[in-house]
């Protein structure tokens, strides 16, 4: 018979389940199926589930009934049912628990934005939803609640005092999302939420979700002062930041990364550890052997082109102002600067000038990587532009503006005089820093190239005529996985079927790899360029590995960087190995793509000046493209 919960919680580190949502699509659900309806609907499939976390090692599972509340149940026509749902999910996970596993009934916020529309939905409104989940969790038999995945501390407050209302002799656990900064989208700072959670009844605080390992690591860190007066903290983090592969979604947070972060988390203060989105059994069992904990044994596209502007489109690609500009026999070079997430843009123009004279072909801007919010790519790319006359391509994203938004700020970009386009997908908007954002992705980056390759050819999506054409060199992506090209690659030839003439890739840090690149993709009609990024620590290493989707850094770099226990020696390794690397690759890639870490423009001027007193060419493609513009 398991102890009370907050007695062994408050002398041990209790490990949680992972993710239940990811996890049941991962196993064959169908995407965009209501998963708290399975609670009565198909309750193998969710007991299957809580036995698997269990027999990974979970001392802790939480019910299926995130988000079981009239709100969002009202979607599926079933807003009478939550009290029957809600203890369905219960009733589940405790058979499944026995007498050795705690079982802790999810509540996740309503979907309400706060601050809320008084004229829409009542406060009172708000606290009978929150009754009917916790009647029905606390009918089912569940040991704890747990308040998880809020981002208002307003909301979760809420949830925390008609939980103790209507359960209270329960435990209470309080989580809120931190994606930057040990902040919430709204500004408040993780150890104020904690605090006021506290006060408010919750027994444990922590966070949850979010993006990625690095960031929980900090909002714990921040939250650890209430761990020094006794408050156990808990922390259930993603498994890095994600990516559609696919129909899939991606976690790229390997088990052993994040159970190695995990033992960090323990020591400022977190008794309670688990996973959430992309999280698996395998992880569990990871965090399990890497924290010693026994296991328990197991009881009883978006808008489409109108048809005859693609066929025109595809007949005649454009290289564009971009690609035409290219100095004859000399390796092209494209130099990454993110815009300022401030109003003080002259850091960033300053470095501009500095990568202009050292020899750099073009500034690439992104446009709100991440969703974190920074000055517009667009603006910032005109006054470089103004200030340096270089070659300026903005990175352009379906995420934040619809298809009509797109074909007007394309057009803007024309007027501006911007000649090339990186088109891309974009970023998940789940990790913004700003509250309320969600994505649009009217068009990916597909349909983007569409659209650019119609206004190449002077009529926009609707067929009309612009009265001039655009000169755009139209990039794409291209995130090569040397141990699976193919899909990528198929994707890459559709792009360039679709107009695209450039590509730049994900950083890159194996010359062997990028060679391989190269060759598999040299049918290809149009110039490809490596992304080059230099590492500048340890720490770097490991979070571009573990959590950033799609960059993989290899063993023996990351090994060699962990030698050493200060930066500044870990630095001067990186930047040896990246100079290196630059000089292996220089004879066979057509361009060269330099990301600035954290926008130091000074870290790569130094692989500029390298290039350019080499007297490196490259592949030579460009001039092929050059010369064949020409004679156009």
Not at 225 to 253: D, H, K, Q, T, W
Not at 271 to 298: N, S
Not at 596 to 613: E, M, Y
Request: hydrophobic content about 45%; aromatic content about 6%; glycine content about 10%.
């Amino acid at each position: 018979m398991k102890p009370p919960f907050i007695e062994y919680v408050q002398s041990h580190v209790v490990l949680g389940d992972g993710a239940l949502g990811s996890y049941l699509f991962e196993r064959g659900v169908e995407r965009g199926r209501n998963l708290d309806l399975l609670n009565i609907q198909a309750p193998d499939i969710i007991f299957t589930a809580h036995e698997e976390y269990i027999r990974a090692g979970s001392q802790l599972i939480e019910t299926n009934t995130f988000g079981a509340n009239r709100f969002k149940l009202r979607e599926s026509g079933a807003e009478e049912q939550v009290e029957e749902i809600n203890r369905a999910g219960a009733e589940i996970a405790v058979k499944a628990a026995g007498h050795q596993v705690y079982v802790a009934g999810s509540v996740g916020p309503t979907g309400i934005s706060f601050p809320r529309d008084e004229e829409e939905f009542t406060q009172d409104d708000l606290r009978a939803s929150f009754q009917e989940q916790v009647r029905g969790l606390v009918s089912g038999g569940v040991d704890l609640l747990i308040m998880e995945t809020f981002s208002s501390l307003d909301e979760v407050l809420l949830a925390l005092a008609v939980a103790r209302k209507e359960a209270p002799d329960l435990p209470l656990i309080g989580q809120m999302v931190f994606p930057a900064r040990g902040r919430t989208v709204r500004g408040d700072d993780a150890l104020t939420c904690g605090k006021k959670m506290h006060a408010a009844g919750a027994t444990l605080v922590g966070t949850n979700c979010g993006r990625g390992v690095d960031a929980m690591v900090l909002a714990v860190e921040k939250m650890s002062i209430l761990a020094g007066e006794g408050v156990a903290l808990s922390a259930f983090p993603n498994a890095g930041m994600p990516e559609v592969v696919g129909n899939r979604m991606i976690y790229p947070a390997q088990p052993r990364y994040m159970a190695k972060r995990a033992k960090e988390m323990i020591r400022h203060g977190v008794h309670l550890i688990g996973g959430c989105c992309g999280t698996t059994p395998a992880h569990i069992q990871e965090f399990r052997a890497a924290l010693k904990i026994k296991p328990v044994r197991v009881q009883v596209e978006g808008v489409q082109v109108r048809q005859e502007v693609q066929e025109d489109i595809l007949s005649e690609p454009q290289n564009g102002g971009f690609l035409t500009s290219l100095e004859p026999r000399r390796l092209p070079i494209i130099a990454e600067l993110d815009p300022p997430i401030h109003l003080d843009a002259e850091p960033v123009l300053m470095g501009a000038e500095q990568l202009t004279k050292a020899g750099v072909d073009a500034i690439s801007l992104g446009e709100n990587p991440l969703a974190i919010l920074r000055a517009g790519n667009l603006g910032m790319a005109s006054l470089i532009r103004q200030r340096t006359g270089l070659q300026t391509i903005i990175h352009q994203t379906g995420r934040d503006i619809n298809a009509l938004g797109l074909q007007s700020r394309m057009m803007e970009a024309h007027l501006l005089g911007i000649e090339a386009v990186l088109a891309v997908s974009g970023d998940s908007a789940a990790g913004t820093d700003q509250p309320g954002v969600s994505g649009v992705f009217d068009v990916r980056s597909a349909g983007l190239i569409r659209i650019l390759g119609s206004l190449n050819r002077g009529v926009n999506m609707a067929g009309r005529s612009l009265k001039q054409q655009t000169n755009f060199s139209i990039g794409a992506a291209f995130s090569f996985r040397p141990a699976s090209p193919d899909l990528q690659i198929r994707r890459l030839e559709k792009k360039v079927a679709l107009g695209a003439r450039f590509a730049m890739t994900q950083p890159l840090f194996c010359a062997d790899e990028i060679e391989q690149m190269m060759e598999l993709v040299g049918h290809l009609d149009l110039l490809i360029f490596p992304g080059i990024f230099p590492l500048i620590s340890s720490r770097n290493a490991e979070f571009l590995h573990n959590e950033v989707p799609g960059i993989s850094v290899p063993d023996e770099l990351r090994a060699e960087l962990a030698r050493f226990n200060q930066v500044a020696d870990q630095r001067a390794v990186a930047l040896e190995y990246t100079a290196k690397l630059i000089e292996k690759i220089s004879s066979f890639i057509d361009g060269l793509y330099l990301i600035s870490p954290l926008n130091k423009w000074d870290i790569i001027l130094d692989f500029i000046v390298q290039a350019r007193q080499a007297g490196w060419t490259g592949s030579g493609r460009g001039d092929a493209f050059k010369l064949r513009t020409d004679n156009s």
